[in-house]
Structures are given as structure tokens and as C-alpha cells.
């Protein structure tokens, strides 16, 4: 079994919160001393996938493949898994498991950045990498 492992970011002050005093309660609703910050913060999982450098996927995460185009790393709750959408669909906020990239071998993928710390790479296609 793989670990549960996650990254919280800061939704106010814009940065990844190291400090994992944090209390992830079952319903995944997120606590700090008793209270209930779960609107602050966003909670993104590890997929249990690194990319061809060995650097951990996480939801959010901007892939490039290795013919250059540009995908979003989404949970998608209907099947409980991850998939890669590619940002034309990702930007349009109507996707789903039809805009996956079925073919896509995430370890031949590079993490080239996340939607939260790196919105400039959303601004182009999925050929802009």
C-alpha cells in the first residue's frame, strides 16, 4: 500500500505550507487547533506516480509529455483516479474523462510546474510547452 502523502497550499498568502501541524480530518475537511481552515487552504494528494526525473505528481501539477504538449493532473471523483486533462479543457472548466489523454505515460511526463503557483502556463494550448 502506498502512503497517503499531500501538499497544502496557502490560498491567501500564495505559498505550499510546510508545516504540517495540520489535522486532515476523514471527510476531508482540514483543521488547525480545533479549527476548521478547509476554505484557506487547498489540499492536493500525491497520485503515487513521479515523473521521468523521479519528482512526485500531485493534483494540480502541470505536465509537459514528451512530444511537447501540456496537461493538468485532475482527480476525477466519478472513478476515484487521477487523470491527465489536456489545458484547453481544463481552462473551459467542463471537463471529464472524455478529455483525458488515455495514452499518456505519466513517467515519460516532466513536471513543469501546478496551477497554483504557476497560472502563465495555462495561457497558451497544449502545444505550447
Wanted: hydrophobic share 30%; aromatic share 14%; net charge negative.
Amino acid at each position: 500500500m502506498r502512503p497517503t502523502k499531500y501538499r497544502i497550499w496557502d490560498k491567501e498568502r500564495k505559498i505550499w505550507k510546510e508545516d504540517y501541524h495540520y489535522h486532515l480530518a476523514p471527510n476531508g475537511q482540514l483543521y488547525y487547533d480545533g479549527m476548521n481552515i478547509t476554505e484557506h487552504k487547498e489540499i492536493v494528494f500525491w497520485t503515487g506516480i513521479n515523473d521521468r526525473n523521479g519528482k512526485e505528481i500531485y493534483e494540480g501539477d502541470i505536465l509537459v509529455d514528451e512530444y511537447g504538449f501540456i496537461h493538468v493532473v485532475q482527480y476525477f471523483q466519478p472513478d476515484c483516479r487521477y487523470i491527465t486533462v489536456v489545458i484547453e479543457a481544463f481552462k473551459s472548466g467542463n471537463w471529464d474523462d472524455s478529455h483525458e489523454h488515455e495514452d499518456l505515460v505519466w513517467v515519460e511526463c516532466k513536471v513543469i510546474g501546478n496551477i497554483y503557483e504557476n497560472p502563465e502556463l495555462l495561457k497558451g494550448d497544449s502545444k505550447d510547452a
